[in-house]
């Protein structure tokens, strides 16, 4: 008897410290997983707080009913604090920093994650394409960033899979014109013209500044964020951290093997439907081409927004910083809050004397990297920064900068970068007959 009462004293004690083990796991489990959630709804109190909560571009939408909280989607993504998990529960954290790469939803094995342009209160202008990348005018194409879809990868993927359409849709061969006119000669476009040199068709590609597009105008050093790419009769291309001018060897070697016609600074004023379904392409120059198809590969900021300020149409205004490292000992004034702005005002600071003019009472929408630099340069004195305040006046010796609650301060000055963004060149599409709608939340991919 007594050895019967050992044998269960022992199944007992055996038993209540697997159950004491497992309670200790599960404890612990679900502890960690609440300091997480903590963490995170403490992200998103800044992200709200500092205006990076809100997407400003394509972003991910989480759908609450669908999601299991795995957390894939937050390894998946390349950037930081992007995404992140709050009572099981994925949320978006700093929307405003995402980039479009998409791997979150790739990455989510039970469909909870759409991509998304625009917000249920915030819509974004956009061209109507279908999903063959063709507007609602036929022959007229639309591919990466006015699109919506800004990345390069995605844009190259655009550019490439737009020709392939055009080509199935047999309208080509009419006459003595072009097969494909491509505008634009950043990722989709140079993707484009690959591809369409691919499948032997009579093309020409025209750029408004040079190679490179919106990619060129980056400040020399800046890094440029990509991943894998395959670019059509040149390969796959890997890419994870690069500078632009490796990123435009890479194009220029590719585009120098297959003899690719570009035609740089080359402006396109209109696009118009004329007989025999083909377009006549005119540019700033009076240059006439006809084309059966067209394809935009532009970027949404079509032309630079200015100030409107007096002294603005002066030589030393600029909209883009090319050459930072070959700028020394200037009176520099930065105009913006974006990274744009802030990235090259960074560029600039340690050969120059550099004023960075914000509008706003703190940066907003910025990089987390970005945010931690500059607030380094200013505190260490490298860099000064005028939070409330507006350029109101430019002469070719100084600038007048006015500041809330300050008297209006006069600086001495060499030149002026202005990052205020860009216009929708939506007068130019609305000219070809290209319909624009302001989207709210529109999907643009969903598994």
Excluded at 108 to 124: F, H
Aim: hydrophobic fraction near 40%; charge should be neutral.
């Amino acid at each position: 008897m007594d050895f019967l009462m050992g044998l269960v004293l022992e199944q007992i004690l055996s038993y209540g410290s697997v159950f004491l083990i497992c309670f200790g796991i599960v404890y612990y489990y679900v502890r960690q997983q609440n300091k997480a959630s903590l963490a995170t709804e403490a992200k998103v109190a800044i992200a709200k707080e500092e205006g990076r909560f809100d997407p400003i571009s394509l972003h991910p939408h989480i759908d609450l009913s669908l999601c299991i909280g795995s957390g894939a989607c937050i390894t998946a993504c390349p950037e930081k604090d992007i995404l992140g998990i709050v009572d099981g529960k994925a949320t978006v954290i700093n929307a405003s920093n995402c980039i479009g790469h998409g791997a979150c939803f790739h990455a989510c094995p039970v469909e909870a994650i759409s991509l998304r342009i625009g917000t249920e209160t915030r819509g974004v202008e956009l061209p109507h394409v279908n999903h063959n990348f063709e507007t609602n005018i036929k022959g007229i194409y639309i591919a990466g960033e006015l699109g919506g879809m800004g990345l390069i990868k995605n844009s190259v993927e655009q550019g490439q899979q737009a020709v392939q359409n055009l080509i199935k849709a047999k309208k080509l061969n009419n006459g003595g014109a072009y097969d494909l006119v491509i505008i634009g000669a950043g990722p989709a476009g140079i993707s484009a013209s690959l591809e369409a040199k691919k499948h032997k068709l009579k093309t020409i590609t025209l750029e408004q500044y040079t190679l490179g597009g919106t990619v060129y105008s980056f400040p020399r050093s800046k890094i440029v964020m990509t991943a894998p790419m395959d670019l059509p009769l040149f390969g796959k291309v890997k890419l994870y951290n690069t500078s632009k001018d490796e990123l435009l060897d890479i194009w220029n070697e590719a585009i120098s093997k297959n003899d690719l016609k570009i035609q740089e600074n080359t402006k396109v004023e209109s696009i118009t439907p004329v007989e025999n379904e083909l377009f006549k392409i005119v540019t700033s120059s009076g240059e006439e081409i006809f084309s059966n198809n067209v394809l935009l590969a532009i970027g949404r900021r079509g032309t630079p927004r200015k100030l409107g300020v007096m002294g603005e149409d002066l030589e030393k205004v600029s909209y883009r910083l090319l050459e930072p490292e070959q700028i020394e000992n200037k009176r520099i004034v930065v105009v913006g809050g974006g990274d744009s702005a802030v990235e090259s005002a960074l560029l600039l600071k340690d050969n120059n004397d550099v004023i960075l003019s914000y509008r706003k009472d703190k940066f907003s929408r910025i990089k987390v990297q970005n945010r931690t630099n500059v607030n380094r340069a200013i505190d260490d004195g490298s860099l000064k920064v005028l939070y409330n305040s507006n350029l109101i006046y430019i002469d070719k010796e100084s600038v007048m900068i006015k500041q809330e609650g300050k008297v209006d301060s006069r600086f001495l000055n060499d030149f002026v970068y202005i990052f205020a963004g860009g216009e929708l060149p939506s007068g130019f599409l609305k000219k070809a007959g290209v319909e624009i709608t302001k989207r709210f939340g529109y999907i643009v991919k969903k598994h």
